[in-house]
């Protein structure tokens, strides 16, 4: 039980141990791993180098680990070995080169387990001169040379250039120190020619020293390649030339003799030929004979072809122009479909001193063209009514000339205008007119006229651009005073009908008139009458009202009438109905009016006047009979008082007091 609780510890704490593996009883971590470069990371080119990989791993037990180690360039691997010594891996750049700088670093592997050392930069300066070789320092003119450079002991990827002087003859990129090429020299003389190079260090590039440099002596060839052409001179067209091309062995140069390699041989070819055309081939000599014919495209050409050698020459032929080449004209510059025109076909010159007038014919072609011919080179007759290609032909001598392609596009004359108004027309507010025509060849000239006076031209250039005019009137009949012409030949233009367009009287002298059905204009009406309300304008229906009552934003109520007038209703007026009241109206010309304000008194119904009048009546006539009462009242106890105040103050009997009252009983009952 001990024994399984040492080894239950033991487990446990090699899992908590960092780069720790346990394996067949045995653990070890990869404590560290460096890469150093020795002598330094800056070297001079031949210095040998050693890149130094170390790692301290520390393991238990003492049989040795198997390890992998890798060399890294650049991110990019080089060099790998498996190792199971503790020594340090050496990896050597024997005679460094510059192609050997760059960034490197080391990695290890045990068992899955792996670390990478820091990145070292090794720099290596200085490249080797080149060494340029030649197969041949003495050739023929044409012949090739075999020229190699090399980069002594230098790797990588390496551009080579060749030089003539300062020019540079030819490139080429290998991945080796060392390039053979092949090129000609192109001129007789001494050459001097040297080779460089360039080496590609990762994304950087560094170039050598020139070479040493090589004489080359390029010699003519021992013959002469002859180009003869006859007539000389005074060449026309028409005329028969003929053309010799020879090769001549005239040289006097001792050191050569018929046994000489470059002396003709069966390898030998010539080639005449003009431009890109080839007119014949031979052996030692060729013969060709043509017309000439004038601006010929290209010089004549003699080559001589022997093995790799080559040698040409050339000459120009001048050849005059019997005549000149024909231009095609038309009279008018401009027709119209259906219009007579006339076609002039003529050659500006000719040499005289060898064609005479009459030999120059002229045609047209197609020969089926409905033009039929008035004198030498002119041609009358109608225009199509569709577009139509003509060319003219001169002839003379075999000689056959054709002039430029001369199109003839028939315009087409303007059709009847079509004269109208752009949106809403109203009275005292610009808008615009437009004219414009189905038919007719641009540029049309269109005018805007009133009663056949002329306003204004508009130019219409382009099928996009349209002519359109900016006119206001006073007054609906002025709308059809306007006409339009369209114009677009030298005939008199094509006149439009009269612009014929509704025209929009902006609204004017709003009217509320309030009343009832008995008395239509009398703004004073009586409770339970039928109010009339009538709103009138001035101007174009159809016309939108509406009503309104001072105290309140909303309408009291909207209408559209096809009427100048438009009546808003109230039946059974009452006391509440009394106010102030106004109208407003709008049409299609968008400006609202507002009419003066009315005021509205309901009075009472007649009945009711019937009933108050009758109550006042009885309440006035209460009012006299207890006025009259009281008067009499009044008057009554004066008149008693007056009695009393006459008689003796002697004290008077029971009956005469009695008697007196009823007297007095008496006189107020009367």
Request: with cysteine; aromatic share 8%; glycine share 4%.
């Amino acid at each position: 039980m001990a024994v399984f609780l040492l080894l239950f510890s033991v487990l446990l704490f090699s899992c908590f141990l960092p780069r720790t593996v346990v394996y067949a009883q045995r653990s070890f971590t990869i404590r560290d791993i460096t890469l150093s470069i020795e002598p330094g990371p800056d070297v001079r080119r031949d210095i040998n180098v050693t890149l130094r990989c170390r790692a301290i791993v520390s393991v238990s037990g003492q049989e040795a680990l198997s390890r992998e180690y890798t060399i890294y360039k650049d991110s990019r691997p080089i060099y790998t070995k498996a190792s199971s010594t503790l020594e340090d891996l050496l990896y050597p750049l024997p005679h460094s080169r510059v192609s050997n700088s760059g960034r490197y670093k080391c990695a290890i592997n045990i068992q899955g387990q792996q670390m990478s050392s820091r990145v070292q930069k090794l720099t290596v300066t200085g490249l080797s001169k080149p060494l340029l070789h030649l197969n041949k320092s003495l050739v023929m003119n044409g012949e090739e040379l075999t020229a190699t450079c090399t980069a002594p002991n230098e790797t990588g990827s390496i551009l080579f250039y060749f030089y003539e002087g300062t020019k540079e003859i030819v490139e080429e990129q290998v991945n080796s120190d060392q390039v053979e090429v092949k090129f000609r020299l192109d001129s007789e003389g001494i050459h001097w020619i040297h080779c460089s190079y360039k080496v590609f260090v990762g994304g950087d590039s560094l170039k050598s020293n020139e070479s040493n440099s090589v004489i080359v002596s390029v010699k003519e060839l021992p013959f002469a390649v002859v180009l003869e052409i006859a007539p000389q001179s005074r060449i026309y067209e028409g005329d028969l030339v003929f053309i010799s091309c020879t090769v001549s062995n005239g040289s006097e140069d001792p050191h050569l003799s018929s046994e000489d390699p470059h002396l003709i041989s069966e390898e030998t070819h010539l080639y005449l030929s003009q431009g890109n055309k080839l007119l014949s081939s031979g052996h030692t000599k060729v013969n060709y004979s043509m017309m000439a014919l004038a601006n010929s495209p290209e010089d004549f050409e003699c080559k001589l072809e022997m093995g790799k050698i080559k040698k040409t020459t050339t000459k120009t032929v001048l050849v005059l122009e019997l005549f000149s080449t024909p231009t095609l004209t038309m009279s008018p510059a401009e027709v119209f479909q259906k219009e007579y025109l006339t076609l002039t076909c003529k050659s500006k010159s000719y040499a005289s001193e060898r064609l005479r007038p009459e030999e120059l014919t002229y045609t047209l072609d197609p020969l089926q063209s409905l033009l039929i011919p008035k004198e030498d080179g002119v041609f009358f007759g109608r225009v199509l009514q569709y577009d139509f290609n003509y060319t003219c032909v001169a002839t003379a001598r075999g000689i056959v000339k054709r002039s430029p392609t001369l199109t003839i596009r028939p315009k087409v004359f303007v059709s009847t205008p079509k004269i109208s108004a752009v949106g809403l027309v109203v009275i005292g507010r610009p808008f615009q007119i437009l004219c414009q025509s189905d038919t007719g060849s641009l540029p049309i000239n269109y005018t805007l006229m009133e009663d056949y006076e002329p306003l204004r031209t508009v130019s219409v250039e382009r099928s996009s651009d349209q002519a359109v005019f900016t006119v206001t009137i006073s007054g609906s009949e002025q709308i059809k005073r306007y006409m339009c012409e369209a114009k677009n030949s030298r005939k008199e233009g094509e006149l439009s009908k009269r612009l014929s367009v509704a025209v929009v009287e902006p609204l004017t002298e709003p009217t509320l008139i309030a009343g009832s059905a008995k008395f239509p204009n009398l703004p004073d009406v009586s409770e339970g009458d039928h109010l009339y309300l009538v709103c009138s304008v001035k101007g174009t229906p159809p016309v939108t009202f509406k009503w309104y009552r001072v105290g309140s934003e909303l309408p009291l109520y909207i209408t559209m009438s096809h009427d100048t007038n438009a009546d808003y209703q109230i039946p059974a007026l009452s006391k509440d109905h009394s106010g102030t009241y106004y109208c407003e109206a709008v049409n299609h010309a968008n400006n609202v009016v507002r009419s003066d304000p009315v005021v509205i008194e309901v009075r009472l119904a007649l009945w009711k006047k019937s009933v108050i009048g009758g109550v006042c009546l009885v309440a006035l006539v209460v009012s006299v009979v207890l006025l009259a009462l009281r008067f009499r009242s009044k008057r009554g106890k004066r008149q008693a008082a007056a009695e009393l105040s006459v008689k003796p103050s002697s004290p008077e009997s029971d009956e005469s007091l009695t008697t007196q009252r009823h007297s007095l009983m008496a006189q107020r009952r009367d």
